[in-house]
């Protein structure tokens, strides 16, 4: 996927860091507003490297602070339901839409795209709105990993399915133990 400060919005420079997590390393895209992060990508299991095609853009690396760290290591250990890292959803009205309406979903539970299609307002749309989950810039955070298919099937995901399951894994069983 490529990255255009015009189609994506993205600032001048952009900070990141990368640390390993159970699963796998997440690579943090993030700026600073008001001496404070704001997440603007979560990738995971992708190298650095492999996101040099960004246009126009400056990547610095620069440690995350530990409690920014501590809110992704706590929703993977099953520890936090919700993030309350400031984050900041760049693309365009239509993915906003669709990521905003994840939100919705609880944690533990899961949705078809086709619901997710109506809750956005283009039930006829479910491939668009498909599309949009693929380019979900803060996954985790935004949770589109909770959406599966009508017949159950997985569907998939931009970290590959194994990860998606994983997450799904760690949800349903947290749910189920307390």
């Not at 599966?148 to 099937?153: L, P, S």
């Amino acid at each position: 996927m490529r990255y255009s400060q015009n189609r994506w919005r993205l600032p001048t420079q952009i900070y990141t860091d990368s640390f390993e997590t159970p699963i796998g390393l997440l690579t943090i895209w993030y700026i600073i507003k008001e001496n404070k992060p704001v997440l603007i990508r979560v990738i995971i299991n992708s190298p650095l490297k492999d996101f040099t095609d960004v246009d126009s853009v400056v990547l610095v690396k620069k440690p995350l602070s530990s409690s920014v760290r501590k809110e992704f290591l706590e929703y993977l250990s099953g520890q936090r339901r919700v993030f309350t890292v400031a984050h900041a959803l760049i693309g365009t009205d239509f993915e906003k839409k669709v990521w905003t309406a994840l939100k919705d979903i609880p944690y533990g539970e899961t949705r078809s795209y086709k619901w997710l299609a109506l809750a956005v307002g283009s039930p006829k749309s479910p491939r668009a709105v498909g599309q949009a989950l693929g380019r979900n810039p803060l996954p985790l955070i935004i949770p589109c990993h909770r959406i599966i298919h009508e017949d159950g099937r997985i569907g998939g995901y931009s970290s590959g399915t194994d990860i998606k399951r994983r997450l799904l894994d760690i949800e349903y069983y947290n749910t189920r133990k307390s």
